[in-house]
Nanobody, 117 residues
Framework: VQLQASGGGLVQAGDSRRLSCAAS????????IGWFRQAPGKEREFVAS???????YYADSVKGRFTISGDNVKDTVYLQMDSLKPEDTAVYYC????????????WGQGTEVTVSS
């Protein structure tokens, strides 16, 4: 399983940004896909995830502002980020885990999002 995250950049507070996680090998239809982030000096934290059936889960800190979605045809998962805040500044990673796995097994490289105030 290979994951490629993209879409990061520098934005201003209140702006929107969409991150993409392109997967290989029909990954989205077989795995849970999650987004995580790691801010400078902090531990990596869960942001959102989506199951192959379309069920979504969000961290409280992004609920109502971020939306995760998937495209089975393109085998790509998106993270639409609206009303961005400076505290959303982080390197964002996408990851995949199989249904019965307790942890995410596959990780893409990160894409950096910087939100200026």
């Amino acid at each position: 399983v290979q994951l490629q995250a993209s879409g990061g950049g520098l934005v201003q507070a209140g702006d929107s940004r969409r991150l993409s996680c392109a997967a290989s090998g029909r990954t989205f239809s077989r795995y849970f896909i999650g987004w995580f982030r790691q801010a400078p000096g902090k531990e990596r934290e869960f942001v959102a995830s989506i199951s192959r059936n379309g069920y979504t889960y969000y961290a409280d800190s992004v609920k109502g502002r971020f939306t995760i979605s998937g495209d089975n045809v393109k085998d790509t998962v998106y993270l639409q980020m609206d009303s961005l805040k400076p505290e959303d500044t982080a390197v964002y990673y996408c990851a995949a885990r199989s249904v019965n796995a307790g942890e995410y097994e596959y990780w893409g490289q990160g894409t950096e999002v910087t939100v200026s105030s």
